[in-house]
Antibody, heavy 114, light 109 residues
Framework: QVQLQQWGAGLLKPSETLSLTCAVY????????WSWIRQTPGQGLEWIGEINHSGSTNYNPSLKSRITISVDTSKSQFSLKLNSVTGADTAVYYCARATPPVDWGQGTLVTVSS | EIVMTQSPATLSVSPGERATLSCRASQSVGSNLAWYQQKPGQAPRLLIYGASTRAIGIPARFSGSGSGTEFTLTISSLQSEDFAVYYC???????????FGQGTKLEIK
């Protein structure tokens, strides 16, 4: 059974960079796209972007200018960086496996506040 | 961007009864439609993909139907653990821009 465990800073100030990492345990790392999704009370669920094991990415156009998703296949990990955060980026961020996402991380609440 | 609209926003149903949830896409997504269940403090759980295929471990009381722009999730006989929020998601775009509905809260009547 595939398990995803994510971590990263939970409190940021405006203009800082959000950085999250997701580690994959069990199952194959190749052959899937690995996604980041966020959830806010107001905007609901929002797909951020995805990456495969070879580093091919797809990003949400609304966030594309600020995000970078990267992969480290040697560690079965993938990461999200979102720069220049504002209060609108306050959300629970999830990592997930495949499209549509079958397995999800536990979620990380990221709060942006001065 | 494909906009997904779910109805109703809240559905009140008694245990043992049938629940029918709807999801409409602003343009055709074929059968590239998934349904999720989410309980408080938990990540969404995939129920249905391909509009009608149950994910591994999902009970048979959950069924999905539809194609194109109109989709339905039916829960045939509600159990106590089924009361949650349900989301639909389309994954039809190329280049990818997968979008979710705003959710339907299924509550106990």
């Amino acid at each position: 059974q595939v398990q995803l465990q994510q971590w990263g800073a939970g409190l940021l100030k405006p203009s800082e960079t959000l950085s999250l990492t997701c580690a994959v345990y069990g199952g194959s790392f190749s052959g899937y796209y690995w996604s980041w999704i966020r959830q806010t009370p107001g905007q609901g669920l929002e797909w951020i972007g995805e990456i495969n094991h070879s580093g091919s990415t797809n990003y949400n156009p609304s966030l594309k200018s600020r995000i970078t998703i990267s992969v480290d296949t040697s560690k079965s990990q993938f990461s999200l960086k979102l720069n220049s955060v504002t209060g609108a980026d306050t959300a629970v961020y999830y990592c997930a496996r495949a499209t549509p996402p079958v397995d999800w991380g536990q979620g990380t609440l990221v709060t942006v506040s001065s | 961007e494909i906009v997904m609209t779910q109805s109703p926003a809240t559905l009140s149903v008694s245990p043992g009864e049938r629940a029918t949830l709807s999801c409409r896409a602003s343009q055709s997504v074929g059968s590239n439609l998934a349904w999720y269940q989410q309980k408080p403090g938990q990540a969404p759980r995939l129920l249905i993909y391909g509009a009608s295929t149950r994910a591994i471990g999902i009970p048979a009381r959950f069924s999905g139907s539809g194609s194109g722009t109109e989709f339905t999730l039916t829960i045939s006989s509600l159990q106590s653990e089924d009361f949650a929020v349900y989301y639909c998601q389309q994954y039809n775009n190329w280049p990818p821009l997968y979008t979710f509905g705003q959710g339907t809260k299924l509550e106990i009547k």
